[in-house]
């Protein structure tokens, strides 16, 4: 399913809006381990208000872990994670899911959930134990649903949607958390080359702070305002994506050296990985 | 010049439901309906049975019982209806009422369609506790062998998980498995050793479930345990929605996972534990009946449990009538009717989702 | 004094009745309330020499106030001694009999409560003011209903002693002693002792003209199983039997009444004769085939087909156990 309905790059959800609500996220010299493992050795990184910071690292250097803390499902063993002025993990938990939500790689259940119904999830946070969803909670819905352009799919079967519709509905879920931050997992993993662009694009118009941890490197280069190099649990490099997208950075933390271009005209890094990159046994 | 097929960006819409009154209030509505209905089926059931009193007798037992008329029946057909027919059918609406929510919650918590209220273990525990009475003389009362036995079997199946009991759902269901393993080979073995010429016939009716030894005594205890468990189910039920795709997202969404977890499996624990104790293990309820309320009322579990319990009441209490009316005077343990009705409809089931999904 | 009710209650098809409107449960109500004040026919006075009953019956203590007029008598063993009394006009009910009536009382016709234990409310719908049953599970809630709950609604309950399951009460071994007290027990129950001290008479008279077996053959009691054996063991109504005819059991070490055993234990003892069990569920005839082609075989016994037939209800102690032992004498004579 094609997603013709992207909005221009940069652009709010709404033109004359003033945006919604934002607020940077700063990690303070976060370390975590588990079982003996030292998995984040003082991680310290602020992801700017209303700005989509990219964190980019090969497996095990520990993007999955900080993501979890970051967004405050778990909790480090030394540092702080500040939203806003606030103290993450030292919020109630509610007050929590009311300024960060969460996006998976990849969601699956067995439930037969209407597409309305999954979105609804967000408004838990909102809603009391015996509180139904109200006419507001409704109308957060509809526009969730517009932002990722699936307006109309209220009914639909929720298990009868591709891959990049489930994950674009799973956006609107979040959104409908209502949330200065949106923390993102690898949200592009699984998808195709239309979905995957559908999803950056949405997130970007989302204009939340957004931290997403990212595998594909040439989305991170398009889409995020800034990005975060992790290697080991430390941070090797941060700050807009000319300046971490360099082959002498990307060889150190992946292994592998591209060659790098500068987009005439969005100016942002394109990288090339030529054939002969590839094992050593094989050139 | 390749042609772009481009398709709509909106789906074509369906009608939009009309703006209803609110929902909660729907759903009010309904389980109100449904309650009357089980008060009904009460009465009506209660006017049903091998001896063919009628509703007539019914009426003027209860009347005489609570003081109202002033002449009550013979003293045999009193006791049939005030001590045999009703207390039977209220442990039925019970007893169907706390195994549909749990086989709901269980499916919840396990993301599994296929998980009932026994998954933990909690039957089999209950069995080894009820052999041990029938059959080695143990000095409890049988209700609460049976369900001493499973809330022993559920620590068992606790404490084999670990520190994972308060995360993932899978480590659990399978120390659940062990342990209905080793209980189902001890009650075997005690069965095996111990029964003598005919005990077996207890035992057997207690294991194929059946609601043949319902009295006041074990009802005045598990079911105010019953009801006040179920009742605190159907509050959590905004937190179950949010389990729906796995712990992160729940736990994103606000949701203490590991503390609500443990106070949801507690729950199910007692409702399943005090069931059991009286009506020993009858099973296919808690597995077929969610599924097939959740047909009509969606997964929403604010819409879904305040219909399933009263649905799995009714369900037992007719179903038990039958059980205890098709073989007159004789009568057939409901588990093998529940049985019965629920691998058919089980299947059904699964053929209509095979065409929608 | 029960007051009797005007509306008739059949006993088999359940009413299922919409629900009624308040007028029609108004007018039921009146003609109940009517019916309940009509005069019931009276109960018969006890005799004057009837003393009510006091006893401990497999550890339950029953008090029977005067002779009981609608007894419900479950297992053949139970129906026959209460024929073999001569109360089989006081019966109201009989359920899971064993096999048809034994020829001496063939063409009585018994009302049949249920082929096998009835559930608690057909039981009372029978309005017993007595229940006699054969084996103790018969009385559970889970069966035709709970002792104690049964005495409570005035319906005491008597269990064949010989069935008692509880190790303080379970007679080990059986004797006739065990047999004539249930004999006595019964009858003082029903006012009409003499009947039991004529019934002991006699079949004492019957047990002491049987001549036992003088070679003192060994024999298999086979009741049941293909799989698994089940035989008559040690201390129950097969060995008392067996003991009486002269014959040796080859299972007498096992303390059981019955038990299971293994055929090849059973091929071990290399027994001289086999008794088999003849219950309408499982014949004595199917049991002969079913031998013919088991590992059992290989025995003598069933090579040469020497077998005895016994009633199920006369394997079970009770009334019918004298028979059962002279009848097993007459085929052991005319055996080979």
Known sequence: MIDTTLPPAGAPARPGDAGPPTAAVRVEDVRYGIDGVQLLHGVSLTAPAGRLTGLLGPNGAGKSTLLRIVAGLTRPAAGRVLVGDDDL????????????????QQSATEQPLRVRQVVELGRIPHLGRWQSPGPHDGAVVEEALTAVGMAGYGDRRWNTLSGGEQQRIQLARALAQQPEVLIL??????????????????????????????????LAATYCDRLVLLGHGRVVADGPPADVLTPDLIEQVYGVRPRTLTDPRSGRPVLIFDRDQGPTDLT | MTAVITRPAVAPARPE???GPRRSVVTLGIATLLVLLLGGSVLAAAAVGASGLGPGHVLQ???HHLGLTPVGLPRLDDAIIWEIRLPRVITAGLVGAALALSGAVMQTLTRNPLADPYLLGLSSGAALGAVSVLLLGLGLVLPVAAFLGAMLALAAALALTGRAAARGSTRIVLAGIAVA??????????IFSAAQGDSYREVLAWLMGSLGGAEWSSLTVAGPIIVVAALLLIGYARSLDAFVFGDQVAASLGVATGPTRLVLLGLVALLTGSAVAVSGAIGFLGLTLPHAVRFLTGPAHGRLLPVLAPAGAI?????????????????????ILTALIGAPVFGVLLWRQRRSA | MRARTVVPSPLSSPSLLSSPSPLLVLT???????????PAPAAAPPSASYRPVTLDNCGTEVTVERPPERVVAIKSTAIEMLLALGLGDRIVGTAFADGPLPEAYAGTELPVLAEKVPGREALLAARPDFVYAGWESNLTAQGAGDRAALAELGVPSYVAPAACKDPEYQPKPLTREVLEREMREIAEIFGVPERAEKLITEQRAEL?????????????????GKDTPYVGAGIGAPQLIMESVGLRNIFADVPDTWSSVSWESVLDADPDLIVLVDATWNTAESKRKFLASSPAAALDAVREQRYLTVRFPAGEGGVATAEAVASLARQVEQLP
Request: glycine share 4%; net charge positive; hydrophobic share 45%.
């Open chain 1, 89 to 104: 993990h030292r919020l109630p938990r509610r007050t929590r899911a009311r300024r960060i939500a969460f996006l998976e």
């Open chain 2, 61 to 63: 037992s209860i009347g």
């Open chain 3, 28 to 38: 039921l109500v009146t003609v109940l309330l009517a019916g309940c004040a009509a």
């Open chain 2, 181 to 190: 393993q080793i209980c189902s080979a001890a009650t075997s073995f005690v």
């Open chain 2, 315 to 335: 369900f037992l209490i007719w179903t038990d009538t039958a059980a205890r009316t098709v073989l007159a005077p004789e009568e057939v343990p409901v588990g």
């Open chain 2, 17 to 19: 439901p009309p703006p």
């Open chain 3, 208 to 224: 002491a003209g049987v001549r036992k077996d003088p070679r003192q053959r060994t024999v298999l009691w086979y009741s049941s």
């Open chain 1, 185 to 218: 997992d690898e949200p592009t993993n699984h998808l195709d080359i239309a979905a995957q662009l559908s999803i950056m694009a949405r997130v970007a118009a989302a204009v939340r702070t957004g931290v997403a941890a990212l595998h594909d490197l040439q």
